[in-house]
């Protein structure tokens, strides 16, 4: 009898903690990269819940990732209950990256998904000029001077990202 209310009460645990997890990731932004980073890295990422283009450092995090010479999912987690309007992505301090292949962005709200792929991409996000030189034909994002540590920068093309999440959050409502 012991044993059922023990095996019982687990259950309840378990099933208790997989829906917890769930209603997390209900109410947050993920962001999923496929790319092509060669060598262990950190993306520097930062988020802003307003139409400014101020950033801060409170909203901001870094994400290590493993290097891979084949194109991996690179999964970004924004807090929860937090409806992103814009983003930025520093694609690391690493200089041997010297080129980073960017091949899709999905933006995951709830259970509603928007894909970003190839050029369709930079139609939402802008490069940084002044640190970042990308190939029109294939898409490949490399560091203006090989000697500076920052890598690439993307960033939102004025309201086109917002406008894009706003029917992400709201097709989720």
Request: charged share 25%; aromatic share 10%.
């Amino acid at each position: 009898m012991l044993f059922k209310r023990l095996a019982i009460l687990c259950l309840t645990f378990f099933f208790y903690n997989c829906n917890q997890k769930d209603s997390i990731e209900n109410n947050q932004l993920i962001i999923v990269l496929d790319a092509v980073i060669k060598h262990d890295d950190s993306l520097h990422i930062y988020y802003l819940n307003n139409e400014s283009i101020q950033l801060s450092e409170s909203k901001m995090f870094w994400l290590k990732v493993n290097g891979n010479k084949k194109n991996q999912p690179i999964k970004i987690k924004l807090p929860t209950n937090n409806k992103t309007k814009s983003i930025r992505i520093d694609f690391g301090n690493n200089p041997k990256n010297d080129k980073i292949i960017l091949n899709k962005i999905s933006l995951k709200y709830n259970k509603k998904t928007l894909e970003l792929k190839g050029k369709e991409i930079y139609y939402y996000f802008n490069i940084d000029v002044n640190n970042t030189v990308i190939d029109n034909n294939s898409g490949v994002l490399s560091r203006k001077n090989l000697k500076d540590k920052k890598g690439p920068t993307i960033y939102p093309k004025g309201q086109k990202l917002f406008k894009k999440l706003k029917i992400l959050y709201q097709s989720n409502e």
